[in-house]
């Protein structure tokens, strides 16, 4: 039967006369191989021997001599590639589906989509059977939320998904234009990028790039939240290798993400217990996290990096959190505090020296 041994390359190639549906020229389908299996001699006949192959099994269709050659799928011919046979497989399948849509290359959702169609149509094959309907009831039993308010996600443009995945995943430079908040000018910035890695936290997606600098030579890293990006098109220039990022380095000790964050150091916490326990009993902030029990309460000492995020934690928790050392951190949220309190007592904005 045909596709039962076909190769990454066979599918692909079969894809792509699918997702065109006319004549598709030998050059126009090395241009959109060559990124992902390579720009050699060899790879060039590789990707000769598997048009052969198919079309010897009659699957496609071809005309022309030489460069001017041309290929199209047959539809009738065309294999099915997605096959899914087990009632936990598909399970899996349709979480993937709904929880990580965000994470995966345009071609692998694609791919995914497929399945879970298939998966459905599995899952719906026995109306009866005890597995198939514990299989059907998965989706209604886990769900990821937001931990703070529940905002409605910014709108993601499809072809822009795309792009940035498409470079991600075949490692291609991007062209990107943006359009950033902190300066003045409602006209989005233009540049090329090289993409490093696709970051969702909370309900808004980040693009991490980088460009090397005109002046050091060394990278110098972005962050891009997607919703901004005005445009993007994956190029055919093979991106830039920083070798120096690391994802899990990048999310668990650089914490970019918590938004301005400064060198690690110890804080205090003094926590206040009323009417029931704080939830910070069951949570850590660091892995040398220390609690003393106090007559109101209790005292966390942590070490962290103070940030943004996390002074936006500590005010979110007042009255009944307060922080107390370092001392200059403790000054800044209590100003903060203090513009706050006078503002919902005369119920507008005070203006300060700085306005």
């Given at each position: 039967?045909?596709?039962?041994?076909?190769?990454?390359?066979?599918?692909?190639?079969?894809?792509?006369?699918?997702?065109?549906?006319?004549?598709?020229?030998?050059?126009?389908?090395?241009?959109?191989?060559?990124?992902?299996?390579?720009?050699?001699?060899?790879?060039?006949?590789?990707?000769?021997?598997?048009?052969?192959?198919?079309?010897?099994?009659?699957?496609?269709?071809?005309?022309?001599?030489?460069?001017?050659?041309?290929?199209?799928?047959?539809?009738?011919?065309?294999?099915?590639?997605?096959?899914?046979?087990?009632?936990?497989?598909?399970?899996?399948?349709?979480?993937?589906?709904?929880?990580?849509?965000?994470?995966?290359?345009?071609?692998?959702?694609?791919?995914?989509?497929?399945?879970?169609?298939?998966?459905?149509?599995?899952?719906?094959?026995?109306?009866?059977?005890?597995?198939?309907?514990?299989?059907?009831?998965?989706?209604?039993?886990?769900?990821?939320?937001?931990?703070?308010?529940?905002?409605?996600?910014?709108?993601?443009?499809?072809?822009?998904?795309?792009?940035?995945?498409?470079?991600?995943?075949?490692?291609?430079?991007?062209?990107?234009?943006?359009?950033?908040?902190?300066?003045?000018?409602?006209?989005?910035?233009?540049?090329?990028?090289?993409?490093?890695?696709?970051?969702?936290?909370?309900?808004?997606?980040?693009?991490?790039?980088?460009?090397?600098?005109?002046?050091s030579g060394k990278f110098v890293r972005y962050l891009h939240r997607i919703d901004r990006i005005t445009s993007a098109v994956a190029t055919h220039e093979p991106a830039d290798t920083d070798t120096g990022f690391d994802l899990?380095?990048?999310?668990?000790?650089?914490?970019?993400?918590?938004?301005?964050?400064?060198?690690?150091?110890?804080?205090?916490?003094?926590?206040?217990?009323?009417?029931?326990?704080?939830?910070?009993?069951?949570?850590?902030?660091?892995?040398?996290?220390?609690?003393?029990?106090?007559?109101?309460?209790?005292?966390?000492?942590?070490?962290?990096?103070?940030?943004?995020?996390?002074?936006?934690?500590?005010?979110?928790?007042?009255?009944?959190?307060?922080?107390?050392?370092?001392?200059?951190?403790?000054?800044?949220?209590?100003?903060?505090?203090?513009?706050?309190?006078?503002?919902?007592?005369?119920?507008?904005?005070?203006?300060?020296?700085?306005?």
């Amino acid at each position: 039967m045909a596709g039962e041994d076909f190769t990454p390359l066979h599918w692909d190639v079969l894809e792509m006369l699918q997702r065109d549906g006319g004549w598709v020229s030998s050059r126009m389908l090395y241009e959109w191989l060559r990124p992902r299996y390579g720009y050699s001699a060899s790879s060039s006949k590789t990707m000769q021997r598997a048009l052969q192959r198919l079309l010897q099994d009659g699957v496609v269709d071809c005309r022309g001599q030489g460069s001017a050659r041309s290929w199209r799928g047959i539809p009738e011919k065309m294999p099915g590639k997605a096959e899914v046979k087990s009632v936990e497989l598909a399970v899996a399948l349709l979480q993937l589906e709904q929880f990580a849509s965000n994470q995966l290359p345009a071609e692998a959702l694609r791919t995914l989509r497929e399945h879970c169609d298939r998966s459905r149509e599995l899952l719906a094959s026995h109306p009866t059977y005890p597995r198939y309907l514990q299989g059907r009831a998965w989706r209604g039993k886990a769900a990821i939320i937001d931990s703070g308010f529940p905002l409605i996600a910014p709108e993601q443009d499809e072809a822009i998904m795309g792009a940035l995945t498409d470079a991600l995943y075949r490692n291609t430079s991007l062209d990107l234009g943006y359009q950033n908040v902190a300066v003045s000018t409602n006209a989005p910035v233009h540049y090329r990028v090289s993409p490093l890695a696709l970051i969702e936290r909370g309900s808004v997606l980040y693009l991490v790039s980088c460009r090397r600098s005109r002046r050091s030579g060394k990278f110098v890293r972005y962050l891009h939240r997607i919703d901004r990006i005005t445009s993007a098109v994956a190029t055919h220039e093979p991106a830039d290798t920083d070798t120096g990022f690391d994802l899990e380095r990048f999310l668990r000790q650089e914490h970019t993400l918590l938004f301005f964050p400064e060198a690690p150091q110890r804080v205090t916490l003094k926590v206040r217990e009323r009417d029931f326990r704080s939830r910070l009993r069951y949570y850590r902030l660091s892995e040398d996290q220390v609690i003393k029990e106090t007559r109101e309460g209790f005292e966390i000492v942590a070490t962290v990096r103070p940030s943004l995020t996390f002074k936006q934690f500590v005010l979110g928790l007042a009255p009944d959190v307060m922080l107390v050392k370092p001392a200059y951190l403790r000054k800044e949220i209590q100003a903060v505090l203090a513009q706050g309190a006078s503002a919902y007592l005369t119920g507008d904005f005070v203006q300060t020296a700085a306005d």
